[in-house]
């Protein structure tokens, strides 16, 4: 079933329960009839047999609504053949929310209550009292991490507001729990008001070790952030930012080992100036990257464009497109060795891969649908060609997360980044792109090399 919903992970998932006449060829003709609309039949499950029918769950994939709409109305239609129930695959495992606080502790006896609370805790009180710093030896401050949004940019979805984002900070907060041991509150900032969202987070920021703000739009995260970092003795991490940078960086790394090439010497353009695009540029100019190009949608970012620049795109392009190169993506595309997508779905096609230069790198990471198809950009003769499945920010921030609270600092730094992307790049298999983010012992090396890039820097 999982390799089935991996496969198919663009599509509708809905599992149907159809109770079909028990006679030979029954099955098939609503098979026949499902493939006729071009579903995609997924696991078949037999739920109970009478003496004239078998009731099945069919999990089935479908490309949209519309074709959904058509198949059931399809399916309605055949005779000994009715549908019970329709249940959506997705939603089936977010009903309830997918996060709760539970307790390290158990109560047991009256004097496990008398440890745990009054009086005991007493002597918990004034030990932190005495000694402020033990406050992240006993109690959950040290491990407890704020994830925070205002819902403004939501995966690739947009500005669709706190409600609608909580399941992607639940999303996050399982990660983080399962693959690091981190314990994660989110927190819904119901504003695009700058000096409201960092007073609130500044306000709670005692109860938590690290604040992460997700998915708030550019240019309104930046500056978030620099204040409440400013503001702050505890790390503030933009995941959208540094997160999916670190793995990004990590992949080339890896790409470039595989084809024998010099960071110094590739060509590269990155299509999208929002969060990821501005942070992977610095990232990879700090790493040692030269030749890079940013593109937006007004095309090539460079000193003399006037149209759609803010401060940051200014601030970039004093150190970028040194050759003033101007036009839209399919013009800059040409004769480079990479393209890194974080824009917007199918923006480029199999012609613009092939006019880059021989075997180039694609790296189509927009969300949920990429820029192009992996297989698509393999076809045009991309030599490495990945997209947002595999070049995961959740390969990168586990690590970064749980080496950053173990260490006890204050920020993340470029070299505590730049630890985790060479990690991750060491810790793939040959020719494997990336390394499998359910081996958890990939982020537990991540975390170590995170911890001890932080503490050789203090």
Known sequence: MQKEIEKY?????????????????????????????????????????????????????????????????????????????????????????????????????????????????????????????????????????????????????GNIGVHAGMPVMEGKSVILHEMAGVSCIPILINSDDTDRIVDTLEAISKTFSMIMIEDIKAPLCFEVERMLQERLPIPVFHDDQHGTATVILAVLIIALQMFGRKKE??????????????????????????????????????????????????????????????????????????????????????????????DPI?????????????????????????????VNNCLAFPGLVRGALDARVSKITYPMKFAAAEAIAALARKHEGVPNFMNLSIHKKVAEKVKQAALNLN
Not at 19 to 43: K, N, Q, S, T
Not at 362 to 390: C, H, S, W, Y
């Open 9 to 157: 992970d663009f599509k509708l998932i809905k599992r149907i329960r159809v109770r079909i006449h028990d006679v030979p060829g029954a099955f098939g003709r609503v098979a026949m009839e499902l493939g006729r609309y071009g579903a995609m039949l997924g696991d078949i499950t037999k739920v109970y047999v009478t003496s004239q029918h078998i009731t099945r769950d069919l999990i089935m994939y479908f490309d949209n609504q519309k074709q959904f709409e058509e198949t059931k109305a399809a399916l309605e239609k055949i005779k000994r053949c009715k549908i019970l129930s329709i249940e959506d695959e997705i939603l089936n495992i977010h009903r309830g929310g997918k996060i709760e606080i539970t307790p390290t502790v158990k109560i047991d006896s009256l004097s496990d209550l008398r440890m745990i609370y009054t009086p005991g805790v007493a002597q918990v009180c004034n030990y932190i009292l005495k000694n402020p710093e033990k406050v992240y030896d006993f109690t959950s401050i040290g491990n407890s991490v704020c994830i925070a949004t205002n819902g403004s940019a939501i995966l690739g979805l």
């Open 265 to 358: 010497k590739v060509s590269i353009v990155i299509n999208g100036a929002g969060a990821a695009g501005l942070a992977t540029c610095w990232m990879l100019l700090e790493y040692g990257f030269k030749n890079i190009v940013v593109c937006d949608s007004a095309g090539a970012i460079h000193e003399k464009r006037k149209e759609k620049m803010n401060v940051y795109k200014k601030a970039l392009a004093k150190v970028t497109n040194r050759n003033m190169e101007k036009g839209s993506l399919k013009t800059i595309i040409k004769n480079k060795d990479v393209f890194i997508g974080v824009s917007a779905p199918n923006l480029v096609s199999k012609s613009m891969v092939r006019s880059m230069n021989k």
């Open 362 to 390: 694609v790296l189509a990471l927009a969300n949920p649908i990429p820029e192009i198809m992996p297989q698509d950009a393999r076809d045009a003769g991309a030599a490495f060609a990945k997209d947002g499945r595999t």
